[in-house]
């Protein structure tokens, strides 16, 4: 099993800056692959970014990209993600997960989930 425990959402201004964390517990390997997912009020979960666990690959989403950065700080199991530029359209639950294959390619990939995070980005 494995635990993710997302933290760092909450209330921001437009084009203010938030930084989210994803500790990670419980039996990981280095084949692992880590993403951050949001879901907006009466939308579907949707990708955001993804990193191997070793931190040399990541792949941001188009809506994204420029604005937010994912990263994982092996040595304290942790998974960030950097976020910038916000825009009241990034406003959401902000998911972490992790995917025993190694590849995540949408939510149905991801083994494992936290309970999320709120951001809020106000006009």
């Known amino acids: 099993q494995v635990q993710l425990v997302e933290s760092g959402g909450g209330l921001v201004q437009a084009g203010g800056s938030l930084r989210l964390s994803c500790a990670v517990s419980g039996r990981t390997s280095s084949n692992y692959a880590m993403g951050w997912f949001r879901q907006a009020p009466g939308k579907e979960r949707e990708f955001v970014a993804a990193i191997s666990w070793s931190g040399g690959s990541t792949f941001h989403a188009q809506s994204v990209k420029g604005r937010f950065t994912i990263s994982v700080d092996n040595a304290k199991n942790t998974v960030y993600l950097q976020m910038s530029s916000l825009k009241p359209e990034d406003t959401a639950v902000y998911y972490c997960?992790?995917?025993?294959?190694?590849?995540?390619?949408?939510?149905?990939?991801?083994?494992?989930w936290g309970a999320g995070t709120v951001v809020t980005v106000s006009s």
């Open positions: 997960g992790a995917a025993v294959g190694g590849v995540i390619d949408g939510p149905l990939s991801v083994n494992y």
